[in-house]
């Protein structure tokens, strides 16, 4: 068996003194384990780290024969040995059987060995070591699935001893002695989530994939009465924000900033930092902690020319090979950290009932999404409120089509499905009218596309709303776009729907010779929307205008 601690210590050394490229987050886990090293000398902490517990992982790790290395046994990489050894080596004091990690979340580019190093050892060695229990592998699909149960089963097959032990049936591995009851099974996201389930462990492959939070809940509810039990999710990041991994991704960079406190939950993010520029291959192994070992620098230098041929790739080459959530779209407008400025900000709506606020509307053809949203001043920012609706028969296809949470933002009262094909524009007459009635809603912008019936509705039921026209030329509706862009970077906007961030994250701006811009969507065939952005800005620009300061300002003035 190999020095697994010198190595340990090794890769330690050199992620803190610069010799290991590493980015922030990768940094602060490592100086997280060095704390909490010294942290273990005190009574009053109840965890230390044991070298045996995680030598054993490790060298099991060591032992196994993938089905594509030719027979030749994994050899651990140094991040790899740091991840496995921080999920097994961690223990409480009073009870050393008992890991201090319950829930892991491990986020590395595509190609660094993250399942043949960290997955398949993990899910095996606790498979083996929990008698009577359950372990599962959840993939975001059946044929992912069925892939990742034949790559176990291989290994499974080529070790003598673990095929004397084991046996593989379809989608499932058991001991072969039937008194044995433990069971590997190997799920997959996107059916009815099962109930019932008791897992010891359990791993959620390439997270980024799965469309909700809820085989996540389960598992994690499952495992709450066995003290031992540990969830890993491993992934990488992904172009799309909207899915339930960005929120994992976050809480790893709140516990790791020492914003939130979670003593039992592991992360590690290996990306590249702000401001790196992806160009630059000295940079490339913040990302990539295989590179040189697995991934060959011309690999990468390749995946970039590519991309850049046909630079609607480049969203999905920054997000799966430098872990930069988003894409960070070249023309992308707010990057995703500034948008979130203020996401630990949770208004109480009830809090706003009876206060001033001003009302964007961007509607859109009879069969696509439209959206409506208020705009409250209060403590000196700006906070939003959306409404979003789309035709009920279309919420499946979008789901499949556009890949976006749509299905559970429609569960949770999101965004609203109106009954049949196209929109039914009574609906959100009805709503901007109960709006009305339970705020001071003062002022609508509006673009006139598709608005008239509604526009009429309003005058003829609140003739005391004032409603202003926003045109949406470049020219006109730049200076629109320009206050919004500085009231989210100076921190002023407070807007936690996940609708808003899924679209600020598909928002394209292309200044024109003058520096005039407005967002816009990165091509006509584009599934990604941005109606709430466009609505946010509107409501905005009304709430900030003259229109309700200097008497007898002609409305079209201020946005003509």
């Not at 190999?2 to 050199?14: A, K, T």
Request: charged share 30%.
């Amino acid at each position: 068996m190999r020095d697994f601690r010198h190595i340990l210590e090794s890769y330690i050394d050199g992620v803190l003194s610069g010799g290991v490229p590493s980015c922030l987050y990768t940094r602060k886990a490592v100086q997280r384990f060095v704390s909490d090293r010294k942290k273990e000398k005190r009574a009053e902490f109840p965890f230390a780290f044991d070298y045996e517990a995680a030598s054993l992982l490790l060298g099991f790790a060591e032992s196994l024969k993938p089905g594509d290395m030719d027979g030749k046994a994994i050899e651990l990489l140094p991040w790899q040995v740091f991840c496995l050894a921080n999920l097994e080596g961690w223990r409480w004091k009073k009870e050393p059987e008992r890991k201090r990690y319950r829930t892991a979340y491990i986020e590395v580019n595509r190609k660094n060995g993250k399942t043949t190093g960290l997955l398949f050892p993990l899910v095996l060695f606790n498979f083996l070591k929990y008698r009577s229990s359950e372990s599962y592998i959840v993939s975001s699909d059946d044929r992912l699935s069925e892939k990742t149960f034949k790559e176990v089963a291989d290994i499974v097959r080529s070790d003598e001893a673990l095929d004397a032990a084991l046996k593989c049936m379809s989608l499932a591995i058991t001991f072969r002695d039937t008194a044995e009851k433990s069971r590997l099974s190997f799920y997959c996201d996107g059916g009815k989530v099962p109930d019932g389930l008791r897992p010891r462990f359990f791993c959620l492959d390439e997270y980024h994939l799965f469309a909700t939070d809820k085989i996540l809940d389960s598992m994690t509810l499952g495992m709450r009465s066995k003290k031992d039990a540990q969830g890993v999710m491993i992934t990488t990041a992904d172009a799309d924000v909207s899915v339930p991994c960005y929120e994992q991704h976050l809480k790893t960079k709140r516990i790791l900033n020492g914003i939130q406190e979670q003593e039992d939950f592991f992360g590690i993010i290996y990306a590249l930092d702000d401001g790196d520029d992806y160009h630059d291959p000295a940079v490339w192994a913040k990302a990539n902690p295989s590179l040189n070992d697995i991934i060959d620098p011309s690999v990468i230098k390749s995946d970039i020319d590519n991309a850049e041929l046909t630079p609607h790739k480049i969203p999905e080459l920054k997000a799966k090979t430098f872990g930069i959530w988003g894409g960070g779209s070249e023309k992308g407008w707010i990057p995703v950290e500034v948008w979130q400025k203020n996401r630990d900000i949770v208004p109480d709506w009830a809090e706003f009932s009876g206060l001033e606020c001003f009302g964007g509307l961007d509607l859109a053809q009879v069969d696509d999404l439209c959206a409506f949203t208020l705009c409250f001043r209060k403590d000196g920012k700006f906070f939003f409120k959306h409404r979003f609706y789309v035709p009920e028969d279309t919420v499946m296809a979008r789901y499949r089509k556009e890949n976006v949470s749509f299905v559970p933002w429609v569960e949770s009262g999101i965004v609203t499905a109106i009954p049949g094909p196209t929109i039914d524009y009574s609906f959100i007459l009805r709503d901007i009218l109960g709006d009305a009635g339970k705020y001071r809603l003062r002022g609508i912008g509006y673009d006139k596309w598709q608005a008239r019936d509604i526009v009429s509705g309003i005058e003829e039921s609140r003739p005391d709303i004032v409603l202003v026209e926003v045109e949406q030329s470049l020219k006109k509706l730049s200076p629109v776009a320009k206050a919004y862009e500085k009231a989210v970077k100076d921190g002023l906007v407070v807007d936690n729907s996940p609708v808003m961030l899924w679209m600020m994250n598909n928002v394209e701006i292309r200044p024109d010779a003058n520096g005039n811009y407005k967002p816009m969507k990165s091509g006509k065939s584009s599934t990604g929307h941005i109606d709430g952005v466009i609505s946010s800005m509107m409501s905005l620009a009304v709430a900030t205008s003259d229109i309700f300061r200097l008497g007898g300002t002609d409305i079209k003035d201020l946005f003509f």
